[in-house]
């Protein structure tokens, strides 16, 4: 049996200004149970009602026990990375070393 996975619903709204629970992740087959062979084992967040086609910038969410098509929303800006030195001079060289020009 095909299932869909969809991100799981949180309560915390602060966590990500992002973030949407219910999205649609993507598709797996469920196992079948082990003490019933005409069961099969449903993981939480999955459904095996199939997502409808989703358009391009668009998403699929899972809420109130059906699909939803949604705008999908811009993603958070990227951090600076601070794994390697930042060239001196750079306005970032500047905060961290709090040099005044």
Known sequence: MKIY???EHVE???TS???VTGEYLWFSFAENDPLNANNFILPAHTTTVAPPTI??????VWEN???TIQVRPDPPPTPPDLTM???VGSEL???INNIQF
Do not use: S, T
């Open 85 to 87: 030195d930042p060239p």
């Open 65 to 67: 026990n059906a699909w």
């Open 12 to 14: 915390d709204v602060n």
């Open 55 to 60: 358009p391009e910038g668009k998403i699929a």
């Open 93 to 95: 060289w500047k905060q």
């Open 17 to 19: 200004p992002v973030l």
């Open 5 to 7: 996975h969809y991100r």
